[in-house]
């Protein structure tokens, strides 16, 4: 009996709407990219938002299997799935952070067929769900 193929990864694109703190020109080039590459993708305005909102739309995205998310810090997209009561697979989930990489590896990262999760671990000791207490500083 031969094993089914791997179920590709949903791609979720966040345009960042509101903060606004990913580069214009990145965004844009990687939104292009996905449009042109004829491959399903889910757009949203903004995750931050979402999160805030608790939308449902974060907890089917979280529990559908494998996902790439173009994005921000792969720390704060999991952060923001935790806070709407989502939380992200760490062993089916990779970020592609639009702040720090360029438009053409980004694209390249969401398009290839392999995932890699890059999710950052919790602390030793510590809820993997829920946010670090805050330490002084």
């Known amino acids: 009996m031969s094993e089914s193929p791997p179920t590709p990864p949903t791609l979720l694109y966040c345009h960042c709407q509101y903060a606004q703190v990913l580069p214009q020109d990145v965004k844009a080039a990687v939104l292009k990219a996905l449009c042109d590459a004829g491959v399903p993708f889910e ?3 903004d995750l931050c938002e979402l999160s ?3 939308d ?3 907890k089917r995205l979280a529990n559908g299997g494998p996902v ?3 994005a921000c810090y792969p720390r704060a997209v999991k ?3 935790a806070a709407a009561a989502a939380p992200l697979s760490p062993d089916h989930t990779e970020i592609v952070n639009l702040r720090a990489t360029p438009a053409e ?4 990262t969401l398009l290839a067929p392999e995932l890699r999760p890059n999710l950052p671990a919790a ?3 510590t809820d993997e769900n829920q946010p670090a207490p805050a330490t002084a500083s």
Do not use: C, N
């Not at 590896?105 to 390249?108: D, E, F, H, L, N």
């Open 123 to 125: 602390a030793p000791g």
């Open 56 to 58: 449902p739309s974060l």
């Open 79 to 81: 952060w923001l799935f």
């Open 68 to 70: 790439k998310i173009a």
């Open 52 to 54: 805030a909102r608790h």
């Open 43 to 45: 757009a949203v305005p």
């Open 105 to 108: 590896q980004a694209v390249a």
